[in-house]
């Protein structure tokens, strides 16, 4: 797994304990739908910090928070 799949099952992880939808998840973070599709859909390879933290804000959870659980913390080193 790549950092980018870590932050889509991420993302997916948290709209599902939540119940959100893409639609909602994007109004209340104020990123826009299409944005968000991209990164779900695997059609943008190289997420923003300053995204990922509107989306943080969105889910009143900081950045921290995010990136704090085995999917990142199991990510192969990619320089070597």
Not at 23 to 49: C, D, E, F, M, W
């Amino acid at each position: 797994m790549d950092i980018h799949e870590a932050a889509k099952q991420r993302i997916i992880e948290l709209c599902n304990e939540r119940s959100l939808t893409i639609s909602r998840l994007a109004t209340i973070s104020g990123v826009p739908h299409t944005t968000i599709k991209s990164i779900l859909y695997n059609q943008s390879k190289n997420t923003g910090i300053s995204t990922i933290k509107k989306i943080c804000d969105g889910l009143e959870i900081t950045v921290a928070e995010f990136f704090n659980t085995e999917l990142f913390n199991n990510l192969e080193q990619e320089i070597k």
